[in-house]
C-alpha cells in the first residue's frame, strides 16, 4: 500500500506564496504521472496541476495557470507545487494523488492513490 503524505499548508494573506509537498512512502514516481487537486468547502474536488512521470509534461486549471508550479523529484520521491500570488478562492484542502498513467491527466478516476490532503487557508 502506497501512502501519500502531503505538507506545506497553512495560513497566509492574499498576494503571498506557498510551496505544498507531497512524499510517497515507496517509490512509484518513476513510472507514475502525479497531480494535485483541491477541494473548497461546499464544493467538489476540482483539478489543480498535473505532470508527467519525468516531468516533460505539465497542465494546469485556468484558475492556476501562471501563479502555480508543479514539479517533481524522482529521486527523493516528492512532489511539489509551488503557489504564488495566493487569492482568498484558492483556500481549500490541497490533496496529491498518484495517477495509474505515465502521463499528465486532469481526469480524477485516473488517480489510483490519494494523501489525506493539507488546508491552505488564504485570507483577504
Known amino acids: 500500500q502506497v501512502q501519500l503524505v502531503e505538507s506545506g499548508g497553512g495560513l497566509v494573506q492574499a498576494g503571498n506564496s506557498l510551496r505544498l509537498s507531497c512524499r510517497a512512502s515507496r517509490p512509484i514516481f518513476s513510472n507514475n504521472g502525479m497531480g494535485w487537486f483541491r477541494q473548497a468547502p461546499g464544493k467538489e474536488r476540482e483539478f489543480v496541476a498535473t505532470?508527467?512521470?519525468?516531468?516533460?509534461?505539465?497542465r494546469y486549471s485556468d484558475s492556476v495557470k501562471g501563479r502555480f508550479t508543479i514539479s517533481r523529484d524522482n529521486r527523493a520521491n516528492t512532489l511539489y507545487l509551488q503557489m504564488n500570488t495566493l487569492k482568498p478562492e484558492d483556500t481549500a484542502v490541497y490533496y496529491c494523488?498518484?495517477?495509474?498513467?505515465?502521463?499528465?491527466?486532469?481526469?480524477?478516476?485516473?488517480?489510483?492513490?490519494w494523501g489525506q490532503g493539507t488546508q491552505v487557508t488564504v485570507s483577504s
Open positions: 494523488a498518484a495517477s495509474r498513467l505515465s502521463a499528465a491527466t486532469s481526469t480524477p478516476d485516473t488517480y489510483r492513490y
Open positions: 505532470i508527467s512521470w519525468n516531468g516533460g509534461t505539465t
